[in-house]
Each structure stands twice: as structure tokens, then as C-alpha cells.
T-cell receptor
Framework: AQRVTQPEKLLSVFKGAPVELKCNYS??????LFWYVQYSRQRLQLLLR??SRESIKGFTADLNKGETSFHLKKPFAQEEDSAMYYC?????????????FGTGTKLQVIP | ETGVTQTPRHLVMGMTNKKSLKCEQH?????MYWYKQSAKKPLELMFV???????ENNSVPSRFSPECPNSSHLFLHLHTLQPEDSALYLC????????????????FGNGTRLTVT
């Protein structure tokens, strides 16, 4: 069975400092990995996905199959980045998405 | 209104009550999901409907009964719940993409905060 691990419940960084939110997964095949974000009083929403290979709001994430990791990074944290971040592994189960989420990491950016 | 809308936002019910949660999406998606979010636990997938057919039921107790009358609406009927069922219930939708390798991301509602007394 697939599993997603986010080892940090809370990550506090100062504004302008680099950020790395860790995510490791276990799955024997080729999964698709996502990062979802939930800002205060907002709904859970997609931040980025590994197949897009794009930077969203300054965040990037690279899929490392050797280390089975998909860490989320940003070189300079901003206060508006404070939120809950969820790593997710998605499998296409014949038409719908079977998504396994990690427990989430709360990012707190200190002014 | 666009997006995924869930009602009510908050619900308090006794263990003998019967209530229903409603979810509506205006994104043209044809797969809909119920997730349960409890404190300190990852989101738990409860049910999935793809093209209005239930395709996943993750060992959810029968006191939770889903209904998907069409591709835009999803309900979760609740009866004789237990206090441990108190949680945030999230609805999500996505495109049902067949067997392609493309995984459509999930679009979530704001959730219903359920408290069972």
C-alpha cells in the first residue's frame, strides 16, 4: 500500500530564510506527486505537481525516485507562505484519483 | 457560483439524529470524493464516485451512506453516529480521466465541521 510521510508537524522560519518541507513516499510503481496548501480560513488547494516542473509562488519540488522524496523548497520565505502544506501521492485507479495524503506540515514564517 | 460548495459549514448532531451533508460542484467534473479529516491524522478517503457510480468504499461504517444523484451533486447521509465521528468532512471533485497517465488534481470544498454529542 502507498504511504506518504511528512516528518515535521511544524516548521518555523524567519522571513527571507530558505524553506524546505520534507515529503517521503512509499510506492513500488511510478506515482504522481502533488503538494496541496491550505491557507488560514481557505480551502485545501493544489499548489504544484511534479509533472508540471514549474515554480508556483516561488516554490519548487523535484521528484527523487532514488530517495522516494518530493521535498518542497523555496529560497526566500514570505509571511504569506504561512499555511498548512500537504504532500500527496495520486494513483489513477481506472478513471478516478486515489490520493494518499501526508499528515501535513504547518509552515510558520516569522516576520 | 463556481468551484465546490459544501453545506452546512457546521453541524452539531446527537447520536440518534439523522442528517445529511451536501456537496455541489460547478467545474464540469465527473468524479467526486468524500474525505474525513480528523485532528493529527491524514485525510482519510471515504468514498469515491466516478461517472455517478460508486467505485471506492474504504471500509466506512454503514452509519455513513453516500449518494450521488448526478455528476454535480454528492450527499453523505448520517445516522446513529458516534462521538468519534466528529471531524471535518471534505468533499472534492476531479476529472475522471480514464486510464491515461494524467492524474487530474482534486478540487476541494470548504468542508463541513461535524460535532457529534
Amino acid at each position: 500500500a502507498q504511504r506518504v510521510t511528512q516528518p515535521e508537524k511544524l516548521l518555523s522560519v524567519f522571513k527571507g530564510a530558505p524553506v524546505e518541507l520534507k515529503c517521503n513516499y512509499s510506492y513500488s510503481g511510478s506515482p504522481e506527486l502533488f503538494w496541496y496548501v491550505q491557507y488560514s480560513r481557505q480551502r485545501l488547494q493544489l499548489l504544484l505537481r511534479h509533472i508540471s516542473r514549474e515554480s508556483i509562488k516561488g516554490f519548487t519540488a523535484d521528484l527523487n525516485k532514488g530517495e522516494t522524496s518530493f521535498h518542497l523548497k523555496k529560497p526566500f520565505a514570505q509571511e504569506e507562505d504561512s499555511a498548512m502544506y500537504y504532500c500527496a501521492l495520486s494513483l489513477n485507479s481506472g478513471g478516478y484519483q486515489k490520493v494518499t495524503f501526508g499528515t501535513g506540515t504547518k509552515l510558520q514564517v516569522i516576520p | 457560483e463556481t468551484g465546490v460548495t459544501q453545506t452546512p459549514r457546521h453541524l452539531v448532531m446527537g447520536m440518534t439524529n439523522k442528517k445529511s451533508l451536501k456537496c455541489e460542484q460547478h467545474l464540469g467534473h465527473n468524479a467526486m470524493y468524500w474525505y474525513k479529516q480528523s485532528a493529527k491524522k491524514p485525510l482519510e478517503l471515504m468514498f469515491v464516485y466516478s461517472l455517478e457510480e460508486r467505485v471506492e468504499n474504504n471500509s466506512v461504517p454503514s452509519r455513513f451512506s453516500p449518494e450521488c444523484p448526478n455528476s454535480s451533486h454528492l450527499f453523505l447521509h448520517l445516522h446513529t453516529l458516534q462521538p468519534e465521528d466528529s471531524a471535518l468532512y471534505l468533499c472534492a471533485s476531479s476529472h475522471a480521466t480514464g486510464r491515461s497517465s494524467y492524474n487530474s488534481p482534486l478540487h476541494f470544498g470548504n468542508g463541513t465541521r461535524l460535532t457529534v454529542t
